[in-house]
């Protein structure tokens, strides 16, 4: 693990990688996003966990984004996700629309190193019929008859998540969130900010143990204090509703969206 | 009982749905389902029984899992949830459900923000209850643009759930899957079958003369405005204290 800074940790984003980013309750690390726009590197394959926001509704509006695996995108109670959406009607971005459980699945087989994970449900709907990659089987331990979906593990080459500390030795804390430990198992490079960095080791005590992302995931950790803003982040702070919603309104056009962007003021308030 | 609200009448007809489940999943962003959750479990504890568990997505409170956003699918696949709720964008009369868009798929006119678990949960949720307060011809269509998730399965598809009814600001329909189709049940109060059908897009079945959805009796009605309001503004404070100035406004 290497104690890092936000910029710096974006180097490790190549044009064309398949980036994992959580849901919006989960951790985001939006104090990746604007340095993640500065180093510019395009033609992403996000991965949303299973759900995206503001994180990806920035990054398509910045134009980095080729395709979007996502169960869903939008801003919550402050409505769509502009840019995203705009992206989609002008077919400027891939779909790969899914279901918040086969996203899991995906993440699950790559953390098995398996290439496929089954799953229930998905016949007969229109999202089934758009996914080339997603397979139907007759289930071979069955007698017949007992058609399954097949999704292939998702390996994304980078996971970009925010959460409350780490430790000096990498070790993070990712408490109850454990699709965050789902992306990191599954990932080449795992960038972290944290709004601390502690001196004891969480690995030594029992209680935190158990809520720990070893050092051994994780790439590089970089302080970053309120680094989910406008987003909330479990256990430390809420969302801040009115930003996202000033957002939301100034992204209803691209001119908007690059005047927000351009502030100086994106640090939180 | 004309003092009673309509989201009222809502309320106290999804406690009614629900009864008998033993774990019931609502949305983050679900007011009226999680009310009626409550009130549920509300009216059980009051005859000594013992409620539902209710699990709120989203919220901290509410919600026990410890496994990350995938630990509630695990658990309605592994049969531990016994009723969910589904909206929809569109919602047609073989019971599909669309949340992503109308228009030419990929390039939606209309965008909505996906299918979230509904492509996985409506298979294997038993009783999924499609919940619409919005009834108009443009949500209840003949035929839905994208099937998100779809009513019913051919033979052969492992299929454990589905939906058992559908609830709007009108009326209450019950689905029936050897048909399949839909079935009016009952008129909300102020209501009629022929507005009813102006609103919908997709023929069902009705009797000549539908009856009227059932109120709620005082002591029902007690329960929903203490203790459920009480419990609802925990997680929706926004709604609950909505819902406490129209019943002033009643009673003014």
Same mark, same amino acid.
């Given at each position: 693990m290497v104690l890092s800074e936000p910029r710096v940790m974006a180097k490790h984003i190549e044009p064309g990688m398949r980036v994992a980013l959580p849901v919006d309750y989960a951790g985001v690390s939006m104090a990746m996003t604007r340095p993640m726009i500065e180093h510019g590197a395009g033609d992403l394959d996000l991965v949303c966990v299973p759900t995206g926001g503001l994180q990806l509704d920035q990054l398509v509006g910045a134009g980095l984004v080729r395709t979007v695996e996502t169960s869903a995108a939008s801003l919550g109670e402050a409505g769509g996700a502009p840019r995203f959406n705009a992206a989609v009607k002008e077919g400027a971005v891939r779909l790969k629309d899914a279901t918040c459980p086969a996203i899991h699945a995906g993440l699950m087989a790559a953390q098995k190193g398996s290439p496929f994970m089954p799953l229930r449900g998905l016949i007969g709907t229109d999202l089934l019929r758009h996914r080339d990659d997603w397979r139907v089987v007759d289930n071979p331990l069955a007698d017949g008859g007992d058609p399954i979906v097949l999704i292939p593990a998702i390996k994304p080459d980078v996971t970009i998540f925010h959460v409350p500390m780490a430790d000096r030795f990498g070790n993070v804390w990712i408490g109850r969130r454990r699709e965050l430990a789902a992306m990191a198992y599954a990932s080449q490079t795992v960038l972290v900010t944290v709004e601390r960095i502690v001196e004891e080791n969480l690995l030594a005590d029992e209680m935190s143990a158990a809520g720990v992302l070893p050092a051994l995931y994780v790439t590089a950790v970089a302080r970053a204090p309120k680094g989910a803003w406008p987003y909330g982040l479990w256990g430390e702070y809420p969302a801040d509703s009115a930003e996202i919603a000033r957002y939301a309104k100034a992204a209803r056009t691209a001119d908007g969206f690059s005047a927000y962007m351009a502030q100086a003021q994106m640090e939180p308030a | 009982m004309s003092d009673v609200l309509p989201r009222e009448v809502l309320i106290c007809t999804i406690a009614r749905l629900l009864d008998g489940v033993r774990h019931v999943a609502v949305g983050a962003s679900s007011p009226i389902p999680a009310a009626g959750a409550m009130l549920l479990r509300a009216m059980k504890e009051a005859r000594g029984a013992v409620g539902p568990r209710i699990s709120i997505l989203g919220s901290v409170e509410h919600n026990f899992f410890t496994n990350g956003s995938a630990e509630l699918f695990d658990c309605a696949g592994q049969g531990r949830i016994d009723a969910f709720f589904l909206g929809g964008g569109q919602i047609d009369g073989l019971g599909n459900v669309n949340l992503v868009g109308t228009?030419?798929? #990929?390039?939606?006119s209309v965008r909505w923000p996906g299918s979230f678990g509904s492509a996985y949960l409506y298979f294997v949720v038993p009783r999924v209850i499609l919940f619409r307060e919005e009834h108009t011809p443009r949500v209840f269509v003949?035929?839905?643009?994208?099937?998100?998730? #779809?009513g019913v399965s051919p033979e052969?598809?492992?299929?454990s759930g589905g939906p058992v009814a559908l609830l709007t600001g009108k009326g209450l329909f019950r689905f029936d899957k050897t048909r399949p189709g839909f079935e009016l049940e009952s008129v909300h109060p102020g209501h009629d079958l022929a507005e009813i059908k102006q609103a919908t897009g997709f023929r069902f079945e009705h009797e000549a003369e539908p009856r009227q959805t059932a109120l709620p009796d005082r002591s029902t009605l007690d329960l929903l405005r203490g203790r459920v309001f009480d419990e609802l503004a925990e997680t929706y404070p926004e709604f609950a204290a909505q819902m406490r100035r129209e019943l002033g406004a009643v009673d003014a």
């Open positions: - | 228009g030419d798929y #990929p390039r939606s003949e035929k839905v643009d994208f099937i998100s998730a #779809p052969g598809v492992f299929r």
